[in-house]
């Protein structure tokens, strides 16, 4: 079945530093969502992206989506304390409606 | 005005016990989900509902009973517990059900079997 990748799976960064998080499939898919998980919270729907080669930007976040659409990046500059948390990439092959969840980031801040 | 919510959010019980959670979404949605996060934090989809219909049925034990009285509700209900289903359960929910939909997450309820 699908599998979606993420690496790393934890990452502690000095605040200000950057932080990227990386998310491959098995599978092409037709789009890729990124949600975060605060500690002790739920996942929450940061963005998706659906267009072969897409850049979006939030504020210090820069989501892209692999030209092949079997990849993805979620970036964050000059992190703060805030984005703390697991940030997943989740997305369905063509033809599967099923959401299948990357294995997560788990990013910790040090002050 | 929470729009999914979830009761209990700590479950603490013994193992061979019985156990219901349940789950409700007030976004008018006609998909509900229900996702097992493991201690390493992988999240996997257990079962999918579209409308008070089975949609999405992973590999779960049968001890496992999703029931889904209408389409704001489903409930998950948990025959004979074991050690091994010590998890945070989340429910969730989406418009339709496509995999191109957000999904919205309750806040989770901890399991702990002993």
């Known amino acids: 079945g699908q599998q979606v990748m993420q690496i790393p799976q934890y990452q502690h960064v000095q605040e200000g530093e950057d932080f990227t998080t990386y998310c491959n499939s098995s599978?092409?898919?037709?789009?890729i969502q990124w949600y975060k998980q605060r500690p002790g919270g739920h996942p929450v729907f940061l963005i998706q992206l659906v267009k072969s080669g897409e850049v979006k930007k939030q504020k210090r976040l820069t989501f892209q989506f692999g030209e092949a659409k079997k990849n993805s990046s979620l970036h964050i500059t000059a992190t703060q304390t805030t984005d703390v948390g697991t940030y997943f990439c989740a997305g369905p092959g063509f033809g599967n409606e099923k959401l299948t969840f990357g294995t997560g980031t788990r990013l910790t801040i040090i002050p | 005005d929470t729009a999914v919510s979830q009761t209990p959010k700590y479950l603490v019980t013994q193992m061979g016990n019985d156990k219901s959670i349940k789950c409700e979404q007030n976004l008018g949605h006609d998909t509900m989900y229900w996702y097992k996060q493991d201690s390493k934090k992988f999240l996997k989809i257990m079962f999918s509902?579209?409308?008070?219909?089975?949609?999405i049925n992973e590999t779960v034990p049968n001890r496992f009973s999703p029931k889904s009285p209408d389409k704001a509700h489903l409930n998950l209900h948990i025959n004979s517990l074991e050690l091994g289903d010590s998890a945070v359960y989340f429910c969730?929910?989406?418009?339709?059900?496509?995999?191109?939909?957000?999904?919205?997450f309750g806040p989770g309820t901890r399991l702990l079997v002993l």
């Open positions: 509902y579209n409308n008070k219909e089975l949609i």
């Open positions: 599978t092409t898919l037709s789009n």
């Open positions: 969730a929910s989406s418009q339709t059900g496509t995999g191109r939909e957000t999904q919205y």
